[in-house]
């Protein structure tokens, strides 16, 4: 009988168990990809997300860290605009390092992780929680559903959750450039905007700059056909975009170079219930501007135990 179950291995479930671990609970974290999985993701980790981390004495390590973040361009159409504060805005990563990382840093201080082990069905009974995965099936006192979108279509119902959740859908490519071309965006965040690129959204360009990298993607509140399409003509045809990453050659990140991913942008009314609660994105807790999930995943997890 474990004190907490743990649904999803991502910010918002893995911090959560290192956060329950320290103070002695009996955690089972299930993640339901193998080691360093790919996650479709740009990869920006604000300072909110950052001071956060540092609170609970988890420092991003430098091996994770792929760009320092200082200006953040705005492009609409051939117009841009630059922002700075002259601080550190923030870091670029690899999700696939940061989110191990986190699961490691969850392990390390004591919670059981299991990996390639998704979950298959959960059921609530009045004294425990009843979770079948991969590998048979575990019993824990509280459920915390950290399962992200793609977990909110399996679990809502099992969990008696009838509120209809909304989507947003992310398409995205991972390229490498070369070093002159890498300067350009090395310390930048750019985002796109306008309708040429979306009737609601935008198109960004995140910079890898420790491994000439770049994070290049599209997501748009209506999910509409053909987003790859889309992706690929703003990259070769935008007029800044194009410019941009005219050298781009495709990578594979963790074996991945185009990805989908669809996004929660709402949340949701009432996001726990008898020995169980949600959190991060299978909450819906998406920031509302830039489907930007990684600092409200992190927060939610810190909050949570607190009550």
Known sequence: ?????????????????????????????LEKYGKNRYKSCAGGVSTVSMITLEELKLRIPEEVIEAEIYNARIIHKTKELTLTTGKLGGYCVYRSKFDQWLRDSAECAGAEVKHECPAYEVKIYKDCVEVKHRGGMSKGKILVGAFGALGILQFYKQLGIKEKPKFSLAV??????????????????ELYFGSDITTKGYFWIFPKTKSNGASVGLIENIPEPRMTE???????????????LARAKPINISGVHLSGQIVACSPINKPYGDRFILIGEAAGLVEGFAWEGMSTAIRSAVIVPKF
């Open 230 to 244: 889309r992706l690929d003509k703003i990259i070769s045809k935008h007029p800044v975009a194009s410019k941009r």
């Open 1 to 29: 009988m474990h004190d907490v179950i743990v649904i999803g291995g991502g910010p918002a479930g893995s911090v959560i168990s290192y956060i329950l671990a320290n103070k002695g609970f009996n955690v089972l974290l």
């Open 172 to 189: 995205q490519r991972e390229f490498i450039l070369p070093d002159e071309d890498m300067e350009t965006i090395a310390d930048t965040l």
